[in-house]
């Protein structure tokens, strides 16, 4: 009975992964912009001494007219240099905006809702601090909305380059991530994107932004992501092009990894869209059964044979899928390092589901319950 149900549960992910497969290959349109519309870059930040200088360099280098874009920067109560430097580079680039959040006003989601409204733009591109960006970056994503009827344009982004083993499983998995929520936007069906590296209109942000809960410590890309889709069909496209993409750094140290995927799982409990809860408890039932298996069959040997099958199989969807995945992003050196993630990620995704929901996280220097 229990091989039944785990080989129903192996069928339904393997049927999943393959048509993320089918829209990750389809996701493939022309990026050359053919209109020009104003565009606000967005980003909240809060102690990002170390990075908002480069922030502000790459977005000044952009290749998209500097007299058709802004950058909005809202310091979300940031206690280190961060407002320093901003005023110090106020004069230096004439189209930056900053805003302080006021002693009433604090979180990301507070922080993009007032830049979004500071801009009369037509479009809003939003990212992070600690994030890097190619040159043609705007003019890349904007192309996403030569088609009137998309609403949000969802992009790649990655991990620079790393040389731990850690980083490396942590990239793996990122990636694996990415690709996913690229084909689910593929099949029509979309389920997450990343924030780092994201636009809308600001007309369907406004339309959209009071089913948006802002007490949910994360998920300002995803919930806005989902308002959407609930509002408008076929209305969301992801940008498969190298100069979109997007370079964040991985979470040093395994204390810090689990904390912050303990906020990314914690918003999980307040999905409301039916195929991303079916995917998140179909992801957590293959893993839950692999561990499964793996402890019964040192103590079986038909248990064995049968966890050997399903790993295979798995393996096989896995593979296919991320290999095409990583060698957009030029990291197909990862593929050896499969086996060993396989067994890692089992371990970890049934872990930090259960932690997300029974302890607190920190972020900035805030600390959440959940």
Same mark, same amino acid.
């Given at each position: 009975?229990?091989?039944?149900?785990?080989?129903?549960?192996?069928?339904?992910?393997?049927?999943?992964?393959?048509?993320?497969?089918?829209?990750?290959?389809?996701?493939?349109?022309?990026?050359?912009?053919?209109?020009?519309?104003?565009?606000?870059?967005?980003?909240?930040?809060?102690?990002?001494?170390?990075?908002?200088?480069?922030?502000?360099?790459?977005?000044?280098?952009?290749?998209?007219?500097?007299?058709?874009?802004?950058?909005?920067?809202?310091?979300?109560?940031?206690?280190?240099?961060?407002?320093?430097?901003?005023?110090?580079?106020?004069?230096?680039?004439?189209?930056?905006?900053?805003?302080?959040?006021?002693?009433?006003?604090?979180?990301?989601?507070?922080?993009?809702?007032?830049?979004?409204?500071?801009?009369?733009?037509?479009?809003?591109?939003?990212?992070?601090?600690?994030?890097?960006?190619?040159?043609?970056?705007?003019?890349?994503?904007?192309?996403?909305?030569?088609?009137?009827?998309?609403?949000?344009?969802?992009?790649?982004?990655?991990?620079?380059?790393?040389?731990?083993?850690?980083?490396?499983?942590?990239?793996?998995?990122?990636?694996?991530?990415?690709?996913?929520?690229?084909?689910?936007?593929?099949?029509?069906?979309?389920?997450?994107?990343?924030?780092?590296?994201?636009?809308?209109?600001?007309?369907?942000?406004?339309?959209?932004?009071?089913?948006?809960?802002?007490?949910?410590?994360?998920?300002?890309?995803?919930?806005?992501?989902?308002?959407?889709?609930?509002?408008?069909?076929?209305?969301?496209?992801?940008?498969?092009?190298?100069?979109?993409?997007?370079?964040?750094?991985?979470?040093?140290?395994?204390?810090?990894?689990?904390?912050?995927?303990?906020?990314?799982?914690?918003?999980?409990?307040? #999905?409301?869209?039916? @195929?991303?809860?079916?995917? $998140?408890? *179909?992801?957590? !039932?293959?893993? =839950? &059964?692999?561990?499964?298996? /793996?402890?019964?069959?040192?103590?079986?040997?038909?248990?064995?044979?049968?966890?050997?099958?399903?790993?295979?199989?798995?393996?096989?969807?896995?593979?296919?899928?991320?290999?095409?995945?990583?060698?957009?992003?030029?990291?197909?050196?990862?593929?050896?390092?499969?086996?060993?993630?396989?067994? #890692?990620?089992?371990? @970890?995704?049934?872990?930090? $589901?259960? *932690?997300?929901? !029974?302890?607190? =996280? &920190?972020?900035?220097?805030? /600390?959440?319950?959940?």
């Amino acid at each position: 009975m229990i091989n039944s149900f785990i080989s129903l549960i192996l069928l339904l992910y393997s049927f999943n992964i393959l048509r993320y497969l089918y829209g990750w290959r389809i996701n493939s349109f022309d990026t050359k912009a053919s209109y020009f519309p104003k565009v606000s870059v967005v980003i909240a930040v809060r102690n990002e001494e170390n990075n908002i200088l480069k922030l502000l360099s790459d977005l000044s280098l952009q290749d998209y007219p500097q007299d058709l874009f802004n950058i909005i920067i809202v310091n979300d109560h940031s206690t280190d240099g961060t407002l320093d430097l901003l005023n110090q580079e106020l004069s230096k680039y004439p189209n930056l905006i900053l805003h302080n959040l006021t002693t009433s006003v604090e979180g990301k989601k507070s922080a993009i809702n007032t830049g979004v409204n500071i801009s009369n733009h037509e479009i809003i591109l939003s990212s992070d601090a600690d994030c890097s960006f190619p040159n043609t970056w705007i003019s890349c994503m904007v192309s996403g909305f030569n088609d009137k009827q998309i609403k949000l344009v969802s992009g790649p982004v990655t991990f620079y380059k790393e040389s731990s083993l850690f980083n490396k499983l942590q990239t793996l998995e990122f990636l694996s991530l990415i690709g996913a929520g690229a084909g689910a936007i593929g099949i029509g069906n979309p389920i997450f994107c990343n924030g780092a590296n994201m636009a809308y209109r600001r007309e369907t942000y406004k339309k959209v932004f009071d089913t948006i809960d802002l007490n949910i410590a994360s998920g300002d890309d995803v919930f806005l992501l989902h308002a959407i889709k609930r509002k408008y069909k076929s209305s969301v496209r992801f940008i498969k092009d190298v100069n979109a993409v997007v370079y964040t750094n991985a979470v040093e140290g395994f204390d810090q990894f689990i904390n912050q995927r303990k906020r990314w799982a914690a918003k999980s409990t307040s #999905f409301k869209d039916a @195929y991303t809860i079916y995917t $998140s408890i *179909l992801v957590l !039932l293959v893993n =839950f &059964s692999t561990i499964y298996l /793996l402890f019964f069959s040192l103590f079986h040997v038909d248990v064995f044979f049968f966890f050997l099958w399903f790993f295979l199989i798995k393996n096989i969807v896995d593979i296919l899928f991320l290999s095409n995945v990583l060698s957009f992003f030029s990291r197909k050196d990862l593929l050896k390092w499969m086996l060993f993630f396989q067994i #890692f990620y089992s371990f @970890y995704i049934v872990l930090v $589901s259960v *932690l997300s929901q !029974l302890q607190t =996280f &920190s972020w900035k220097k805030r /600390l959440y319950k959940k």
